[in-house]
């Protein structure tokens, strides 16, 4: 491990719990091994508690009952973490904003789901906004463009903290889609269950990167990336996807999503 | 209630807009209104305090909606105006459609209105041998096509210049055919010419309400045409449609709204023309109305106070939430399959005509919160149409599939040994399968996703599995 990938931390929490998300532990494992990096480069301990999913696409689906079921099942399995840190902006919106909200009528377990929350943060403002990291030194080639996932952008604020991370990556150049804060599409059920219209949006979301002319879309949700990835190779575009932690974690040299590996042949 | 829903037909209608050239094409206008309303509250400092503020002023009144109706009623009384409350769509229809006989009206005007749609006015009118005459120019257009409103601001947003040339030489035939009608105020030239006539034939107008001020009894609307105006001044009578939520107490409050509307409407300052209306012409006054009539509707919404939609009844119908929203800007307006579009639709359909008929819309979402960004009244509108799908998870209303595959996975994610062993197989079997190409171009249960994209194929072992191997399991 190199000990100075990540320079200008401040003063450093000690446990940190990686909420993976079903997405990163089933399909992108690399994503999970680069927030991990992240966070032991910037001098946290990483635990991974046995963990499943945050319950989202319950809740979003009007089942609150096992929405709060697996969230009362996170809060306890992070209970001992001084942190808990989610590479995902909706997992994290999940987790932050409405874990809260689903204890209503029960104080005690409200108040645990806000102690919950207010320990939880998304990967790369954690990094920036907690930590105090202020550059990455890693590399990588080629121009880029970052898509702001709806909720990192507006349940949890992050902007600014992907961009100015990035952009301290050598040989990384960043341009800004047209409409960047425009939603892919993806919504988690929805992509499958309104499948049409879904493929309306991520293929304006497609046509808006092929016009900025950069070779790789980052963005920090797995969910729009393995939707905006999919469209775009189902459109023959050569634009590559992957999570912005790969690159920041300098682990971007395996195949971008949705790619075959290396020796596997096409 | 108005024209029949086809909202319980969504997809299909999704289906229809998407492969409509013509309304695709018109659409792309739509997108202008996201940046005007960004520059707009760029331009304002207090803007957010002002949304705050209009969030306030809406709440108070909603607490006390029934004291402010009263009071609205008396100035309204004292300046020598009636008011008529309707229970329903049904009620409003009778009144209005009586009061215009009781006038011996041969012929209408009307300022836009989306309660008029609502109540599906125009066809009680026309119904009773009455013509109603729409001359808001959006509306005109849709009455000459025999179309509904696909935007609650924007009402013809769906149409082409090009297809309005085609409508009017159809409509005014009495025009010479080889006039020219390329140019956008050519158009709007020649509607004005035909409207003159129609607004000094009108024996009532009939408008709706931006707001009523329950202090001085007045109703308020915005136009950018001044037709509202013309329609409630020239005519023997002036009948306001209006429901109930667009009270507000003061004039100074009706003045803090205006300061919001406009500018997450159009990005505007403040609309063309502002007008109010406060009961029959006085003596000494130089025009307006003998008669003054006010209807309130309720249709459903009294029964949303105090309830997980009462903070829909905020809305001040500005269609910030639709110039916004992902959804709307992929299939218009009609797609909707009802009166109100975009995302107030969606939480505001299943209100008014019942969550069998509506609920398709709060489900057609993907959360992305925009329009809850730019609301100007603050309404949480992704947590009200998830209220809409928790009273349909409820009932066992959502489809089977949906549930039995919720069920399914919610009982592995409960179980976190079982589900690591589950999904460490799915994913390693998944992998081998994808490998070669790294993602597939179909899978089984996932038409809707592999119709249109590929799916990426996992990478192989879990995070959770890897992590345990070299960590063990306590870490
Ligand atoms: S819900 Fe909000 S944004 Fe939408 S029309 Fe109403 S006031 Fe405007």
């Not at chain 1, 950069?214 to 575009?237: F, H, P, Y």
């Not at chain 2, 109010?276 to 509707?297: I, Q």
Request: hydrophobic share 40%; charged share 25%.
């Amino acid at each position: 491990m190199t000990m100075n990938a990540v320079e200008g931390a401040g003063p450093r929490p000690r446990r940190v719990g990686l909420f993976v998300t079903c997405l990163v532990d089933i399909m992108r494992p690399t994503v999970g091994f680069a927030a991990v990096k992240l966070l032991e480069d910037a001098g946290c301990t990483v635990v991974v508690p046995a963990q499943t999913c945050c319950g989202q696409p319950a809740y979003n689906s009007g089942d609150r009952a096992t929405a709060a079921r697996l969230a009362r099942q996170a809060i306890t399995a992070f209970e001992d973490c001084d942190h808990v840190v989610v590479p995902s902006g909706s997992c994290g919106g999940m987790l932050i904003r409405h874990y809260p909200e689903l204890f209503a009528g029960e104080p005690e377990m409200a108040a645990k789901a806000e102690r919950f929350a207010s320990k939880t943060h998304e990967l790369v403002s954690f990094l920036t906004d907690v930590l105090g990291v202020e550059r990455v030194t890693v590399r990588f080639d080629g121009t880029v463009a970052y898509h702001d996932s709806c909720s990192s952008l507006r349940e949890l604020g992050v902007k600014a903290q992907p961009r100015r991370l990035l952009a301290s990556v050598e040989g990384l150049s960043l341009v800004e889609l047209d409409e960047a804060e425009t939603c892919c599409g993806f919504g988690g059920l929805f992509a499958a269950k309104y499948g049409e219209l879904s493929n309306a949006i991520v293929s304006r979301k497609a046509d808006d990167i092929r016009k900025a002319a950069a070779g790789t879309v980052l963005a920090g949700d797995l969910g729009c990336l393995l939707n905006i990835a999919g469209k775009l190779q189902r459109a023959g575009s050569a634009v590559e996807a992957r999570h912005v932690a790969e690159v920041l974690a300098g682990m971007a040299d395996g195949p971008a999503i949705g790619e075959p590996q290396k020796g596997a042949g096409r | 209630m108005t024209a029949v829903a086809t909202t319980p037909r969504f997809k299909a209608n999704v289906h229809e807009a998407l492969t409509d050239v013509r309304l695709q094409g018109a659409m792309t206008f739509a997108r202008n209104f996201a940046g005007r309303r960004a520059a707009a509250a760029e331009r304002l400092p207090e803007f957010e305090a002002l949304r705050d503020s209009a969030r306030a002023i809406k709440d108070h009144t909603l607490a006390h909606l029934d004291l402010y109706l009263e009071a609205y009623e008396r100035k309204v009384v004292e300046s020598g105006g009636h008011v008529h409350f309707a229970e329903d769509a049904e009620a409003a229809r009778k009144i209005v459609v009586g009061l215009c006989k009781g006038l011996g009206a041969k012929s209408v005007t009307k300022g836009k209105s989306m309660i008029s749609e609502e109540i599906g006015l125009n066809a009680a009118i026309e119904a009773a041998g009455i013509e109603a005459v729409e001359t808001d120019l959006g509306e005109y257009i849709i009455q000459l096509r025999h179309e509904t409103p696909s935007h609650i601001i924007a009402p013809a947003i769906h149409v082409t210049a090009r297809d309005v040339e085609q409508d009017f030489r159809k409509a005014h035939r009495e025009l010479p055919p080889e006039r020219d009608l390329s140019r956008p105020e050519q158009l709007l030239g020649e509607a004005r010419g035909v409207l003159r006539a129609k607004f000094l034939a009108a024996d009532a107008g009939i408008t709706g309400a931006n707001f009523l001020i329950a202090e001085t009894g007045a109703s308020v609307i915005v136009t950018n045409e001044g037709n509202g105006d013309l329609t409630q001044i020239l005519p023997r009578a002036h009948i306001v449609i209006a429901s109930i939520e667009k009270i507000v107490p003061t004039l100074e409050d009706a003045a803090q709204l205006l300061r919001v509307l406009a500018r997450s409407a159009t990005g505007q300052d403040a609309s063309v023309y502002t007008t109010f209306s406060t009961g029959p012409r006085r003596a000494g006054d130089p025009d307006g109305p003998s008669e003054y009539h006010v209807v309130l509707l309720d249709n459903g919404r009294s029964a949303m106070l105090g309830g997980e939609f009462e903070d829909m009844l905020r809305c001040i119908r500005c269609g910030a939430c639709m110039n916004h929203c992902p959804v709307y800007q992929a299939v218009g307006g009609h797609a909707y399959g009802w009166v109100y579009p975009g995302p107030m639709g969606a939480v505001l359909t299943p209100s008014l005509i019942g969550v069998a008929e509506g609920g398709q819309l709060p489900n057609a979402s993907t959360f992305c919160g925009r329009c809850e960004e730019v609301c100007p009244v603050r309404i949480p509108l992704p947590k009200m149409m998830r209220h809409w799908r928790e009273r349909e998870f409820a009932r066992g209303l959502s489809p089977a599939p949906q549930r039995f595959g919720l069920g399914a996975w919610a009982f592995f994610a409960a179980r976190p040994a079982l589900y690591r062993f589950a999904t460490g197989l799915a994913a390693r079997a998944l992998h081998l399968a994808g490998r070669r190409k790294g993602r597939f171009a179909s899978a089984p249960l996932a038409g809707g996703w592999t119709r249109y994209r590929d799916l990426a194929a996992p990478q192989g072992a879990t995070f959770q599995s890897r992590w345990r191997a070299k960590n063990g399991a306590v870490k």
